[in-house]
């Protein structure tokens, strides 16, 4: 029989602790041991970028990292991007304009959005092009997520000013 | 109207971006049990023997199935019913399945995928449509219509020869338009679960619930009354999750054999074998016209490789000649098609079904006819266009027609008629137009029941439930479901609970395909709203004192000039005059005028469409393409939600414009030493070339609305009928460009240097196919047009097609 290991980590900001087969990517131990299912695969080879996460605040492919190697690590994914109840920028904004269509590459492209504004709070449209062409979405035809992107650095940068008033 | 054509936020929108919408693959049962499928290796062999001990031995394996366990074969079309859960003796591609393994988890059930034996006979391949015309042996099903040909169809409304005969020029071309694959991001997924009861519930990331249930019930051999299927939200589907599938088959059998719940997820190179994708067809167009550029007479063939099984193909091959005579007045029309079996994975629908690859051969054969008559391409088409309310040569009942409207709109938009040939040598500009059907006048299989069904609840605090069949594939149909009845019953679609996509719970819808639900589901929906709406507006009417027909529902609420009540108020006032409140609705279009056999593929309660022009950048020292910027104006009838509405117009656009440029599902023989085999080139994202966040230009899109009556408040469909127009609106940029014509998708930059390199040498400046092989089509069906007094039926040869059939 195989041995789990046991691997302890930050998710969504909430200690947690995980046993699983070592050869698990983060993705399988996301979906099947935690129950975060909200992050999605496409492939499982790294070229879709559904399965998009932020480890210790950077995007990361679910899919090509194994979970032990996140013992002690902060780990983000879709369902801790909303305060509560309230949407985050980005997820309003995806929801207003269309950006999210069927929706099931959408939990990759806030992940690394989110990277980008953290970064860039005001990015280009080129930068935004750049940031998520990792990303496949064979849905929208990106422009209402290009926008949305857009349109929620502008609600996180009026956010911003609020807070410094 | 106080909820259509305003952007709102999608009913469905906030679960789409908490990561809380249910995919198939997100649903994890107790006791839940794993399934992968064991797919050939050969592209064409006989199963001569399968041990399957080793397997079953395996720790943690629980079953292994094959194809002893699926006696009985399915098909998504009743005359197609050549395919089997798990290949009992014949495989027909690579990757057809042979066996199925249930374990407690995927690692385990995939190592026992290794344990199991098969002995294959490998039989000579059909690698080609070229070498199934001539090679009838081996056949790849017995039931084809004469050797490795599938199908053959040929019909002929009024005499096109004559036609061409007498017009001033003959246009004769051959294209060829690669097959493609939809490529959703999510991969197809199916758990399948024995209730309580025993009865099955399979949840399924499937476009049709209600046809799975069907060929459910048939391979299972069980009563349809005790299984339920679930279409979970699609994460894309694009036609691709239309046909019914082995592994929904196979994950079912196997929860009933062990009465615990089964999940099975393909990967991704599985998905590229489940394929029923874009057929690759090669066309020949010979087109006359009248010097003053009035189309004369059309005749078009079609030879169409469907792969290794039926699926759609009858009807995808039907569509690849159904709709050339819906855009431009066309009077006399032949139209001859054969699909072929190849080993390949199986064809079928992806978006605009069979009709986008005769679109870019009439499109580009049109610029060619605007140039060689010295006429501007925009002003040829307008000149062409067929009237509103008319009938085609072929019989179909066209209604509302916004083109001209859509061309002047792109026109200019893209200042065509001042850079139109006019751009320095590397750019250009290409116009093309397209139409599509707001559903298929016919189901799948012949009934005379609804389309579609909605059944509404209604209760004294207010809600309002909506029960479909229609199914979510991102598309937006929750949305506009609880749009139309929002609109009707003056109240937020926020109020609207929606529950759709279940067998189980929800009136029979047919599923999202042929542009169908908007038109089917919103007619349903709109029958049921009207019903309940009467109930209520008659108790609010005798609180209120005035007489039903002066009360309105609006912003929630129920009222006669400023006297108002609630909604909820006015649905409690009618529970308490009538007894529980509910409404059910149905839709069946209307009966489509053509009397012939084969007159089911094409009829629609509507068309829409659509023009576009592409800006296209020729790099002539590498053959690369850059396009900038493309126009878009569909003709949508009414928009329900322009957010929506504009995404599904600029994700065909993204969609044609990659399949333009780069997307082909292609094939390569393995060398003699490791079999031979014809194999998938590229079954995988990174290497199956699609557009990126990066290679996507900017698009200008445009909603015209001109209203059909046989609409929901007019509203046509947009999901597919923007994709049409691309393809060629590409070619004819490029060759505005740099003067080069690829007749063949994709338009790679090795096809247009090879182009610019004849061009130099002073040969023809064109690369695309050379021949049209000799088909043996069939004496056609002779249908006089309405013009030449037919009436629907046909005189002649009416007896030997024998398809009622449709779909998308």
Known sequence: ?165 | MKVLGKPRRRVDGRAKVTGQTQFADDIFLPRMLHMRLLRSPHPHALIQNIDIEKAKSHLGVHLVLTGKDFPVSFGILPVTQDEYALAPEHVRYVGDPVAAVVAKDEQTATEALDLIAVQYRPLATISTPEEALTQPEPRIHAYSELGNIHRLQAFQFGDAEEALKNADCVFEDVFFYEGNTHLPIEQHAAVAAVDGEGKLTLWSSTQVPHYVHRQLARVLQMPAAHIRVVACPNGGGFGGKTDICNHEMAVAKAALALGRPVKICLNREEVFYMHRGRHPVLMKFRTGVTKEGRLAGMHLQTLVDGGGYGGYGVASTFYTGALQTVTYDLPRYKFEAARVFTNKPPCGPKRGHGTPQPRFGQEVQLDKIAEKLGMDPAELRLKNLIKPNSLTANWLKVGSIGLAECINQVTERSNWHSRYKKMPFGRGLGLACGAYLCGAGLPIYWNKMPQSGVQLLIDRSGQVTAFCGATEIGQGSDDVLAAIIAEVLGIDPFDVRCVTGDTGMTPVDLGSYSSRVTVMMGNAAIDAANKIKLQIAEAAAEQLGVSPERVSFANGKVFFENQSMTFGQAAGFAEEKFGTLGAVGSYKPPRAPGRYKGAGVGPSPAYSYTACVVEAEVDPATGWITVPKIWIAHDIGRTINPVLARGQVEGSVYMGLSEALMEEQVFRRLPPKLSGALVHKIPSLLEYKSLTSLDMPEVDTVLVEDPDPNCPFGAKEVGQGPLLPVMPAVANAIYDAVGVRIDELPITPDKVLRALEKKSKGESARVGPERFPAVPYPEPVVVPPPWEGGDGNAVQGHERTRLKVSSA
Do not use: W
């Open chain 1, 1 to 165: 029989m195989r041995r789990n290991v046991q691997v302890g980590l930050t998710i969504n900001g909430e200690a947690a602790e995980a046993s699983f087969a070592p050869y698990k990517t983060l993705l399988e131990v996301l979906r099947e041991d935690l129950d975060l299912t909200g992050t999605k695969h496409g492939c499982e080879l790294g070229e879709c970028g559904a399965c998009a996460v932020l480890v210790d605040g950077e995007p990361k492919l679910s899919c090509l990292v194994l979970a032990v190697e996140c013992a002690g690590k902060s780990v983000d994914t879709v369902e801790g991007l909303a305060g509560g109840a309230k949407l985050h920028p980005l997820q309003a904004a995806f929801a207003d304009l269309g950006a999210a269509q069927c929706g099931y590459c959408t939990p990759g492209i806030l992940m690394t959005a989110k990277a980008l504004l953290e970064k860039e709070p005001k990015p280009t449209r080129e930068r935004i092009k750049e940031a998520i062409s990792g990303n496949l979405c064979r849905c929208t035809g990106y422009q209402q997520i290009f926008e949305a992107i857009e349109e929620a650095a502008e609600r996180l940068s009026t956010e911003a000013a609020r807070r410094n008033e």
